[in-house]
């Protein structure tokens, strides 16, 4: 028996970064918008004692880590855990099309699936609310892959309020050759701003909150007062340590976008466009401009990690 789980990208709207807290954290006020560029994750029951298995397939199946720091394997142990079954036996398969270390949240997604897939594959019937402790508990991106729509993430991105929205919009998403530390981009961030002589501590910088004109452009489908509201406060440190993809946002705007920036903590470039037709067109002029690896037109906001195929 087998179940497959499609699960979302997220791209932030907005990534507000407070200073740094006495834990090592920045309090964030981060409006999370889900993708239709997603992970599939096929759970399948195992033989007895083998334990869990991980496959993955795609462009960048060569940079998911296949051990037990998988975030989907760990997702499955933890299920398992929680509802006091000894290590599972399954076997866990990743269609990866989302950018690997990308900002895109990629790895979050499949922990996210893999909580969904074991809960089905195993009959457990766990409350949502549970799953989103547990979703908590593997890292602050993996709730909203569970939720998806679009949603104001606080604290470190765990605590969720989904928002409300209206209509759908068109994204291009230009991936980048290689990726980039999430932990190295908030360093950069920090670093930054002693330079900028801001201070960078909890009690220096001010604590983000959500853009009211950034909610009104979500809840009125408005995609260029969207285009004109992105914003987020990691994009500078993304192109200190990655100054090329000033081109890339550069090539995607002279194409049309309305509005661009970099997905998270990058190095994925995010950019708006006006409909379908628009956003293929940018994203094929990224593709030719050799500012990125390759560039996918897609669109959102779309729901959380749900079961497709079960069997
Ligand atoms: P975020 O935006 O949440 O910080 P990201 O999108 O930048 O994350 P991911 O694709 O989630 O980055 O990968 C970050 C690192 O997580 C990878 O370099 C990899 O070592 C590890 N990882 C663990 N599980 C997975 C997974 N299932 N898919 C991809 N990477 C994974």
């Known amino acids: 028996m087998s179940v497959t789980v499609r699960v979302p990208a997220k791209v932030n709207v907005q990534l507000g970064v407070g200073g740094l807290r006495a834990d090592g ?29 991980l496959g993955c397939t795609g462009p960048d199946a ?20 929680r509802h006091g079954l000894a290590e599972p036996d399954v076997r866990l398969d990743i269609a990866k099309a989302i950018p690997v270390a990308g ?33 908590a508990e593997l890292g602050s991106d993996v709730p909203f892959a569970l939720v998806g729509g679009v949603a104001l993430g606080r604290g470190r991105g765990e605590i969720l309020e989904p928002l409300p929205v ?55 489908g408005d995609t260029v007062a969207l285009a004109a509201a992105l914003a987020n406060d990691l994009q500078p440190a993304a192109l200190s340590l990655r100054p090329a993809l000033a081109d890339t946002l550069r ?3 002279e194409a049309g976008a309305l509005g661009a920036l970099v997905s998270g903590s990058g190095p994925t470039c995010a950019f708006l466009a006006k409909d379908a037709a628009a956003a293929e067109a940018v994203a094929a002029a990224l593709r030719a401009s050799g500012s990125c690896r390759t560039a996918h037109a897609t669109h959102g906001p779309v729901p959380g990690a749900a079961v497709v195929v079960e069997a």
């Open 166 to 220: 209206a209509g759908t919009h068109h994204w291009v998403f230009a991936v980048a050759d290689g990726g980039l530390s999430t932990p190295a981009v908030f360093r950069e961030c920090d670093r930054l701003r002693e330079e900028a002589g801001t201070g960078s501590s909890d009690t220096e910088v001010p604590t983000p909150d959500a853009d009211p004109a950034l909610l009104a452009a979500l809840a009125d």
């Open 25 to 53: 954290f920045h309090d964030l006020a981060n409006v999370f918008f889900a993708v239709a560029l997603g992970d599939e994750v096929t759970a399948t029951a195992g033989e007895p004692g083998t334990g869990v298995i």
């Open 103 to 135: 900002g895109m949240a990629g790895g979050s997604a499949d922990g996210a699936a893999a909580l969904v897939a074991c809960d089905a594959l195993w009959g457990l019937g766990t409350p949502t609310g549970v799953l989103l402790e547990l979703a």
């Open 251 to 253: 090539a995607g705007t």
């Open 62 to 81: 060569g940079a998911v880590p296949l051990d037990d720091s998988n975030l989907a394997a760990r997702a499955a142990r933890l299920l398992a855990a």
